[in-house]
């Protein structure tokens, strides 16, 4: 059992702690005297080892201060650590670099492929006031995406750790169901003013941890806070890491703690993808703006939830992809080269079937935020809709270990397979999905579709009829009905109902699956019609259209259908190597 997440919560002023002010060290030369230090040395610990010093806010000139208690904690710990391999660098490097961070790139050296994985679960929350929980959110999202940058770990998606809070498995369990070699926990408990962060280094095979601290300072503090837990994390797993991913743990998109409150808030908001917690999510955001004014990173969360509105078939007013092209020129204009840019930009080339956009702004997120899950599913996404599967299956293997536990993710192996024609071997990772969401209409979808193409025509007809009552007048729920009566030959001949009709119009997925429905059922014309929509919307992998499909090829002579093939065609082609 996991001690940390499971034992009681501790006691407030206990954490908190009365004032230091007996053994408080207010300037870099004490704090180095009291070390036998350096000024030099003690603030590169600071910067690097997370030696733990805190700082005056909101002064003309920023003053520092530590306590002593907690210099002697942290100097216990580091000699209690084992020193890191430094093997591989010269005697003169390593002489230089004597005092850097454990693990630390010296040289520029490029770093090598992840071999250290690790979880982080959701940080737990105690305190007097529940209003102040969206910190431990914060942390714990702030944790996964610092770590998520350094080539030499890979950290597991928030998507998949989330199912661990408050959990009562042991350490071993969570782990190999993550596929993770090392767990981080921490408790957060605060009062609006001030902090304290106790954090636990798991190791899995122990069930016990590796490493302990507690990181204490006021609310304005709350960024320096994180950059030294994740720098104690990094030495702690003795990591190397190149100047880039140095630099990349001290960068601060948002510095006022107000609007970083509100952009944790309109995140959580924004994962729940109801209309009205999305509303909700751009009044958060619009009140941080009102406090920092233009910044990439809260331009491009505007950006994506006013997609979500139509990834999520709420509502498919084109208003919503021109308003979300407004906030990517704003992101563009506050930082053109901010991962969140790239990001926003990738999304709304994709909604607006410019694949090679989207393909181009995702891979150049990637190649930074390695363990990125939304960045990599899209990306994955556009990839194989363009017919580059070979590019695309290392990519769903990295997400696989990133995000293994996430419903859609599991189902990426069967959409290569299908895409190939391999629908027998496709059929177990999309039922893999609806095990895992069975209240999911897309999933159910996916189900029937893949398996009548793999011709388990029975098997097909039970899976969509196991819709519930709720969803049954849904997109997914009436895709699903028309590739059951293609089958029986009781497809309706009227247009779909219109609601429905405007969500089909403006996705790719809906759009390629209602014309295979239609040619399941041997209607070219409408499955032409659908397939042009589908063009329309980014679909270019001809090989599938033209030599794959389980449905397509009951219409292939159809005039309609054939200028649709050559069209994406044309458009596949343009995706290929020169050398192809």
Same mark, same amino acid.
Request: aromatic letters at 8%.
């Given at each position: 059992?996991?001690?940390?997440?499971?034992?009681?919560?501790?006691?407030?002023?206990?954490?908190?702690?009365?004032?230091?002010?007996?053994?408080?060290?207010?300037?870099?030369?004490?704090?180095?005297?009291?070390?036998?230090?350096?000024?030099?040395?003690?603030?590169?610990?600071?910067?690097?080892?997370?030696?733990?010093?805190?700082?005056?806010?909101?002064?003309?000139?920023?003053?520092?201060?530590?306590?002593?208690?907690?210099?002697?904690?942290?100097?216990?710990?580091?000699?209690?650590?084992?020193?890191?391999?430094?093997?591989?660098?010269?005697?003169?490097?390593?002489?230089?670099?004597?005092?850097?961070?454990?693990?630390?790139?010296?040289?520029?050296?490029?770093?090598?492929?992840?071999?250290?994985?690790?979880?982080?679960?959701?940080?737990?929350?105690?305190?007097?006031?529940?209003?102040?929980?969206?910190?431990?959110?914060?942390?714990?999202?702030?944790?996964?995406?610092?770590?998520?940058?350094?080539?030499?770990?890979?950290?597991?998606?928030?998507?998949?750790?989330?199912?661990?809070?408050?959990?009562?498995?042991?350490?071993?369990?969570?782990?190999?169901?993550?596929?993770?070699?090392?767990?981080?926990?921490?408790?957060?408990?605060?009062?609006?003013?001030?902090?304290?962060?106790?954090?636990?280094?798991?190791?899995?095979?122990?069930?016990?941890?590796?490493?302990?601290?507690?990181?204490?300072?006021?609310?304005?503090?709350?960024?320096?806070?994180?950059?030294?837990?994740?720098?104690?994390?990094?030495?702690?797993?003795?990591?190397?890491?190149?100047?880039?991913?140095?630099?990349?743990?001290?960068?601060?998109?948002?510095?006022?703690?107000?609007?970083?409150?509100?952009?944790?808030?309109?995140?959580?908001?924004?994962?729940?993808?109801?209309?009205?917690?999305?509303?909700?999510?751009?009044?958060?955001?619009?009140?941080?703006?009102?406090?920092?004014?233009?910044?990439?990173?809260?331009?491009?969360?505007?950006?994506?939830?006013?997609?979500?509105?139509?990834?999520?078939?709420?509502?498919?007013?084109?208003?919503?992809?021109?308003?979300?092209?407004?906030?990517?020129?704003?992101?563009?204009?506050?930082?053109?080269?901010?991962?969140?840019?790239?990001?926003?930009?990738?999304?709304?080339?994709?909604?607006?079937?410019?694949?090679?956009?989207?393909?181009?702004?995702?891979?150049?997120?990637?190649?930074?935020?390695?363990?990125?899950?939304?960045?990599?599913?899209?990306?994955?996404?556009?990839?194989?809709?363009?017919?580059?599967?070979?590019?695309?299956?290392?990519?769903?293997?990295?997400?696989?270990?990133?995000?293994?536990?996430?419903?859609?993710?599991?189902?990426?192996?069967?959409?290569?397979?299908?895409?190939?024609?391999?629908?027998?071997?496709?059929?177990?990772?999309?039922?893999?999905?609806?095990?895992?969401?069975?209240?999911?209409?897309?999933?159910?979808?996916?189900?029937?579709?893949?398996?009548?193409?793999?011709?388990?025509?029975?098997?097909?007809?039970?899976?969509?009829?196991?819709?519930?009552?709720?969803?049954?007048?849904?997109?997914?729920?009436?895709?699903?009905?028309?590739?059951?009566? @293609?089958? %029986? !030959?009781? &497809?309706?001949?009227? $247009?779909?109902?219109?609601? =429905?009709? *405007?969500? +089909?119009?403006?996705?790719?997925?809906?759009?390629?699956?209602?014309?295979?429905?239609?040619?399941?059922?041997?209607?070219?014309?409408?499955?032409?019609?659908?397939?042009?929509?589908?063009?329309?919307?980014?679909?270019?992998?001809?090989?599938?259209?033209?030599?794959?499909? @389980?449905? %397509? !090829?009951? &219409?292939?002579?159809? $005039?309609?259908?054939?200028? =649709?093939? *050559?069209? +994406?065609?044309?458009?596949?082609?343009?995706?290929?190597?020169?050398?192809?």
């Amino acid at each position: 059992m996991l001690s940390f997440v499971t034992r009681a919560a501790p006691n407030y002023t206990e954490l908190m702690g009365d004032s230091h002010s007996e053994n408080r060290l207010d300037s870099w030369k004490a704090i180095a005297r009291h070390l036998d230090r350096s000024v030099r040395t003690v603030r590169r610990w600071e910067q690097l080892e997370g030696l733990p010093v805190h700082r005056h806010r909101h002064q003309a000139q920023a003053s520092v201060f530590a306590y002593a208690s907690e210099l002697d904690a942290w100097r216990a710990e580091r000699a209690e650590a084992p020193s890191p391999d430094r093997s591989g660098a010269s005697s003169a490097s390593a002489a230089s670099d004597a005092d850097a961070e454990p693990g630390h790139t010296v040289g520029g050296r490029a770093p090598a492929k992840a071999t250290t994985a690790i979880a982080v679960l959701p940080f737990t929350y105690t305190g007097p006031d529940p209003a102040q929980a969206w910190v431990s959110e914060g942390f714990t999202e702030a944790m996964i995406s610092g770590f998520s940058k350094l080539a030499s770990l890979r950290v597991t998606s928030r998507t998949s750790s989330a199912g661990f809070k408050g959990s009562t498995q042991d350490s071993g369990s969570i782990a190999r169901a993550l596929g993770v070699s090392h767990l981080l926990e921490g408790a957060v408990v605060g009062d609006g003013k001030r902090l304290r962060i106790a954090v636990r280094l798991i190791d899995p095979t122990r069930d016990d941890h590796l490493w302990s601290r507690q990181f204490s300072g006021a609310m304005d503090e709350v960024f320096d806070i994180q950059e030294r837990i994740a720098r104690a994390v990094v030495a702690a797993l003795q990591l190397r890491l190149a100047p880039e991913e140095d630099r990349a743990l001290s960068q601060r998109s948002i510095e006022d703690v107000a609007a970083w409150r509100r952009v944790v808030q309109a995140r959580e908001a924004a994962y729940r993808w109801r209309p009205d917690a999305l509303e909700r999510a751009r009044v958060l955001l619009t009140e941080a703006l009102a406090l920092v004014g233009e910044n990439a990173v809260l331009c491009a969360a505007m950006g994506r939830v006013l997609l979500q509105f139509r990834e999520a078939g709420l509502d498919t007013d084109e208003r919503f992809l021109n308003e979300a092209a407004e906030w990517t020129r704003r992101a563009m204009a506050a930082d053109p080269h901010h991962l969140e840019t790239h990001t926003l930009t990738g999304w709304l080339a994709y909604a607006r079937g410019d694949l090679a956009t989207a393909i181009d702004e995702l891979q150049a997120v990637v190649d930074v935020d390695h363990d990125h899950p939304d960045a990599m599913g899209l990306l994955i996404n556009c990839l194989l809709l363009t017919g580059q599967e070979n590019r695309a299956r290392p990519i769903i293997e990295h997400l696989m270990a990133v995000d293994p536990l996430t419903p859609l993710t599991r189902c990426m192996p069967g959409f290569v397979d299908a895409l190939e024609g391999q629908f027998q071997s496709a059929v177990e990772p999309y039922r893999e999905m609806l095990d895992r969401d069975p209240a999911n209409p897309v999933a159910r979808l996916f189900n029937t579709w893949v398996l009548f193409a793999a011709g388990r025509d029975d098997e097909a007809l039970a899976v969509a009829g196991g819709f519930d009552a709720a969803v049954l007048e849904s997109t997914p729920a009436i895709l699903t009905r028309r590739f059951a009566a @293609a089958h %029986l !030959g009781t &497809v309706e001949q009227v $247009p779909l109902p219109k609601p =429905v009709r *405007a969500v +089909v119009e403006t996705s790719e997925m809906f759009a390629r699956l209602a014309a295979e429905a239609w040619a399941m059922a041997g209607n070219g014309e409408r499955t032409a019609h659908w397939l042009r929509l589908a063009a329309a919307r980014g679909f270019a992998n001809w090989p599938y259209l033209d030599q794959h499909s @389980a449905f %397509l !090829g009951a &219409v292939a002579d159809h $005039p309609e259908v054939q200028a =649709v093939s *050559a069209e +994406v065609k044309r458009r596949w082609q343009a995706f290929q190597p020169a050398s192809a």
